[in-house]
């Protein structure tokens, strides 16, 4: 995989798509006259892919960037400025749109809540802002990113130390689901639940540093056209359900293999059937579940269902030819993946606002897709440039 300044091209163009796939499920939510559009609901409503992708890349990152004989509180204090200068700029832009529009602010405790990104859906302990819904994963990333520093602080024995929270993290996902009521211990359940996830990430890349890459590109972007159907699926009466979301994370695992600098591809005997053999038996089993537990449309079942039938058939003709991307054209999505954080945690209060005003839909959406990039690029490129640069000096 190709490295564009010093970033790994494939996980940065994901990333980006992330952030813009999140974005464009919160246009077709909330902006006016967008609601009925099948077609472009069948698209839009990846966002929670994209979570998982979120989820997954952090623990990718993470493990990679990570520094042998780095101290807790240096990890710490660098996850910290990296995530709270932007997050409280897009709450001051959350609170303006709230007070603009209703007249007053929210509750002091949720204002509290939403400053230490201690608000989730649940309001445990404090609620989200529905101005800035999407801060509610940040949540869970710092218990992610604190979990990950205890680690480092048993360096001798952090290794053993990542296998009990794994496991722990997937004890978990059972205990939270069979919980009928939100409480405090539910919301730890729910963390840890979902800490599997970033793991997966994580464990991608230490598998990767002892062995060859097993999977090309090509056969991951077949792994991941399951993925809308599996993330339909399904399991529980649980909206945001880690259980599927693991199995969603599962599912990207050989995309990420193939992202990730490796010494060489792994070839054996029949590897090829044995290959088409695990896709075709994944996609007969998520497509039953899909089928029987499916609440999508008939045009999006249609969709998503079609979609790996026809990369498979195309499969063959794939190769690094037709799947190259042109130089400038990679370059800038490598740079939308270096600014997808700020488009991820800017764009929700600027979509509330714009749909309020007197625009037609084809202007609204021009209207927030500038904004919202222009302002990410600035807070990315300088304002994160900055501010972390200047708190860390101290």
């Not at 359940?189 to 996830?197: E, Q, R």
């Not at 290959?275 to 899909?290: E, N």
Request: glycine share 6%; net charge positive; hydrophobic share 55%.
């Amino acid at each position: 995989m190709r490295i564009v300044n010093g970033k790994i091209a494939g996980l940065e163009v994901l990333r980006g798509l992330a952030a813009m796939m999140v974005m464009l499920g919160h246009i077709e939510g909330k902006i006016d006259g967008l609601e009925n559009n099948i077609i472009l609901h069948s698209v839009s409503s990846w966002g929670t892919e994209a979570v998982v992708v979120f989820f997954v890349l952090s623990g990718i990152v993470i493990n990679i960037s990570h520094k042998p004989g780095t101290d807790f509180y240096s990890f710490i204090k660098k996850r910290v400025v990296r995530i709270f200068p932007i997050h409280w700029f897009a709450l001051l832009i959350a609170l303006w749109v709230y007070h603009s529009q209703k007249h007053y602010l929210p509750p002091n405790q949720d204002i509290f809540g939403n400053l230490f990104l201690l608000a989730n859906f649940w309001g445990l302990p404090f609620k989200v802002l529905s101005e800035n819904a999407p801060i509610w994963t940040l949540m869970f990333e710092m218990f992610f990113y604190l979990l990950f520093g205890i680690g480092i602080l048993f360096e001798k024995t952090q290794k053993r130390y990542m296998v009990v929270w794994t496991i722990l993290a997937v004890v978990a996902i059972p205990a939270f689901l069979l919980m009928r009521e939100w409480n405090v211990m539910k919301l730890f359940f729910v963390l840890f639940a979902f800490s599997s996830i970033w793991l997966v990430g994580y464990w991608i890349v230490e598998f990767q540093k002892s062995n060859n890459r097993f999977f090309l590109l090509k056969e991951g972007l077949l792994f991941m056209s399951i993925i809308p159907m599996m993330a339909r699926c399904q399991f529980s009466g649980e909206y945001y359900d880690p259980f599927k979301y693991l199995l969603v994370s599962f599912l990207m695992v050989p995309f990420f293999s193939a992202a990730l600098p490796s010494n060489k591809s792994v070839e054996w005997r029949y590897r090829t059937q044995a290959f088409f053999a695990l896709f075709v038996g994944l996609y007969i089993v998520v497509g039953v579940m899909f089928y029987i537990t499916r609440q999508s449309t008939q045009f999006a079942s249609i969709l998503y269902g079609i979609t790996p039938i026809i990369l498979c058939m195309l499969h063959p003709l794939i190769n690094k030819k037709t799947i190259s991307i042109n130089k400038k054209l990679l370059n800038i999505f490598v740079e939308l993946g270096c600014i997808s954080y700020a488009i991820y945690i800017v764009h929700m209060p600027i979509i509330i606002y714009v749909n309020k005003l007197n625009l037609n839909v084809i202007t609204k959406v021009s209207v927030i897709f500038s904004i919202v990039l222009l302002l990410a690029f600035i807070l990315a490129k300088w304002f994160q440039t900055v501010v972390p640069g200047f708190l860390l000096k101290k």
